[in-house]
T-cell receptor, first 112, second 119 residues
Framework: RKEVEQDPGPFNVPEGATVAFNCTYS??????FFWYRQDCRKEPKLLMS???SGNEDGRFTAQLNRASQYISLLIRDSKLSDSATYLC?????????????FGTGTSLTVIP | GAVVSQHPSWVICKSGTSVKIECRSL??????MFWYRQFPKQSLMLMAT?????????EQGVEKDKFLINHASLTLSTLTVTSAHPEDSSFYIC???????????????FGEGSRLTVL
């Protein structure tokens, strides 16, 4: 079983739509969670960390559900510039080798 | 601005030659650096983890003699693809973290990536 599983999409949504991505992780010892954004042929860049209490940054909301072992990313009022691949990243933590695991990425295309 | 710099961004080489890719942390000491490769439309695959001053830890299936990693200083790690072949063509990305960058938050800082094409 993969450490991190993500629906690869693609998600094609109209401008202004709300879209949500989910990501599940298998290791209950996972400590840190992140959403990264990767544009085509570019390196991933941190979009936001995911905190236990959930966190919001403008149009983006991230949530963590430890009991069900998944994290989510909600994008409201989608913009054309949101088109990218969104990577879910999980850090297992220093006591288990400090490994980072990446989901396969979810491709989003926002259509005019 | 960027905190991790990777060079070169693009490289084209003939089959059988060796290619060196550099990854530098610009404003922090990177105690750990990671090397990934990414094929088109696939996610990043961790190749190896490198801690300054010690040998790199390679992931299963990654040949250490093929992909030489040197982390000689706290700001520089290099990946050398030896005797490159067309199947080694890929996007190689490094990431780094240290006490000042990512030590508390756990965030990874990525280089811009190096696109290798082996003819």
């Amino acid at each position: 079983r993969k450490e991190v599983e993500q629906d690869p999409g693609p998600f094609n949504v109209p401008e202004g739509a709300t879209v949500a991505f989910n990501c599940t992780y298998s290791n209950s010892a996972s400590q840190s969670f992140f959403w990264y954004r990767q544009d085509c042929r570019k390196e991933p860049k941190l979009l936001m960390s995911v905190y236990s209490s959930g966190n919001e940054d403008g149009r983006f909301t991230a949530q963590l559900n430890r009991a069900s072992q998944y994290i989510s990313l909600l994008i409201r009022d989608s913009k054309l510039s949101d088109s990218a691949t969104y990577l879910c990243v999980v850090n297992i933590g220093p006591n288990t080798g400090n490994q980072f695991y990446f989901g396969t990425g979810t491709s989003l295309t926002v259509i005019p | 601005g960027a905190v991790v710099s990777q060079h070169p961004s693009w490289v084209i080489c003939k089959s059988g030659t060796s290619v060196k890719i550099e990854c530098r942390s610009l404003d922090f000491q990177a105690t750990t650096m990671f090397w990934y490769r990414q094929f088109p439309k696939q996610s990043l695959m961790l190749m190896a983890t490198s801690n300054e001053g010690s040998k790199a830890t390679y992931e299963q299936g990654v040949e250490k003699d093929k992909f030489l990693i040197n982390h000689a200083s706290l700001t520089l790690s290099t990946l050398t693809v030896t005797s490159a072949h067309p199947e080694d063509s890929s996007f190689y990305i490094c990431s780094a973290r240290g006490r000042k960058r990512g030590g508390i938050t756990g965030e990874l800082f990525f280089g811009e990536g190096s696109r290798l094409t082996v003819l």
